[in-house]
């Protein structure tokens, strides 16, 4: 009986070495795995998203060689009614507000500041928009109606068979996709949890086979479909996008940072959601936009792309906010009004009309309570008009 005993412990001392080994060797994915659970926890949300390093695998930006642009102070504007209480109930980390690209305010709260490169979320939809427009510009992609497997030749067999390209860029794929932040168990879920581990998004992309009608039938707002644009582009030029984002885009508007992007197991970049940039660099890219594609005395950004991604061209139901290629029109929109905007309360609002753009980054738990997205559009709104 002795013998067993000490046989065993032998057994259980080898299990035990063995597991604090595999342990050890697993730290990283299992430390990001942890950041990941406690992303949007109450009292670490707000530096978990100055801080994504910790949770996720990154890779670099190129702001380039050249000088930072200026954005030059103008005359400090009076917030409008309301303003403060809603910077407090939104939890807002940031707040520019540009006028002819002069900074007309700006403000950091809750330990943030000027240097902080802040999660972009779903905002990093309307940067692929922007490339996209490049791309077609210099033929690498032939037009929005070829199909997305003349690219990504991998989703064969997949739900986005039949899908173009347009399809995609309208949010019109008909793919079943659960994007409900506050359900473990939903697909958006599933995919932050795949990135964590080091998986790749490619192949949690090929698996999904469900649909929920044909291909631009119906707007459905899922996330998936703009990592579908990744591939499209990746596809079509055999390039990592985050060098091609800074080749195209990012080396031309005198970033005062390198930012980042969140990426795979693989480093694929993570473009439907993981662009880390500072509150102004936001603005520098907003700028471009809302200046027709051009900065800096380049044209950046075909006009012709900006205009035809921002006006409102998805199937979306009358009446409701409508949506372009990656940009979003609020509701009763005049003219080149138009936003991107992230979970948690992330936005870049853009009024070509009044030559304003206001950034917003905030870390708010309650972006989804009905009314929230309506009462931040009416404040950006109210900041547009206030100058």
């Not at 978990?48 to 200026?70: I, K, Q, Y």
């Not at 591939?231 to 030029?237: D, F, L, P």
């Not at 950004?301 to 199937?315: E, H």
Request: a neutral charge; charged letters at 20%; proline letters at 4%.
């Amino acid at each position: 009986m002795h013998r067993y005993l000490k046989l065993f412990s032998y057994f259980l001392i080898t299990l035990l070495i063995f597991a604090a080994a595999l342990a050890y060797w697993q730290r990283e994915p299992l430390s990001r795995l942890m950041a990941v659970n406690t992303l949007f926890d109450e009292d670490r949300i707000v530096s978990n998203f100055s801080n994504m390093e910790g949770a996720f695998l990154t890779a670099p930006l190129d702001r380039g060689d050249g000088p930072v642009s200026v954005l030059p102070a103008g005359v400090e504007m009076t917030l409008p009614p309301g303003a403060q209480d809603w910077i407090s109930h939104r939890n807002v980390t940031s707040l520019l507000v540009l006028k002819g690209g002069q900074i007309r305010h700006e403000s950091y709260y809750q330990g943030t500041g000027p240097d902080d490169l802040r999660i972009s979320w779903s905002m990093a939809k309307s940067y692929l928009s922007a490339l996209l427009g490049v791309l077609l510009r210099e033929d690498k992609i032939r037009s929005l109606d070829d199909l997305v497997i003349d690219y990504a030749p991998e989703l064969k067999g997949s739900a986005y068979e039949t899908a173009s390209i347009r399809n995609v860029l309208n949010m019109a794929s008909g793919v079943k996709f659960n994007e409900d932040y506050l359900d473990y168990d939903s697909d958006i879920n599933r995919m932050g949890r795949t990135l964590a581990l080091g998986g790749t998004l490619d192949d949690f992309t090929a698996d999904l086979n469900e649909t929920i009608g044909g291909p631009g039938e119906a707007w459905q707002y899922v996330s998936i479909d703009t990592h579908v644009l990744g591939m499209v582009i990746r596809g079509a030029t055999g390039r990592p996008i985050p060098d091609l984002l800074s080749e195209k885009i990012l080396r031309h508007l005198g970033l005062e940072r390198a930012g980042y992007y969140l990426t795979d197991g693989e480093g694929v970049a993570f473009v439907l959601g993981g662009i880390n940039q500072t509150t102004r660099d936001y603005g520098r890219f907003g700028q471009m936009i809302a200046q027709n594609g051009r900065y800096n005395g380049r044209q950046v950004v075909p006009q012709a792309w900006i205009a035809a991604s921002t006006r409102p061209s998805a199937p979306t139901e009358a009446g409701r906010i409508g949506y372009g290629f990656q940009w979003w029109i609020p509701k009763n929109a005049v003219p080149g009004e138009f936003l991107a905007r992230g979970v948690y309360g992330q936005y870049i609002y853009i009024n070509q009309g009044r030559d304003v753009v206001v950034v917003v980054t905030s870390a708010d738990r309650g972006f989804r309570k009905p009314g929230v997205a309506d009462e931040n559009v009416k404040m950006l709104r109210a900041l547009a008009k206030s100058l």
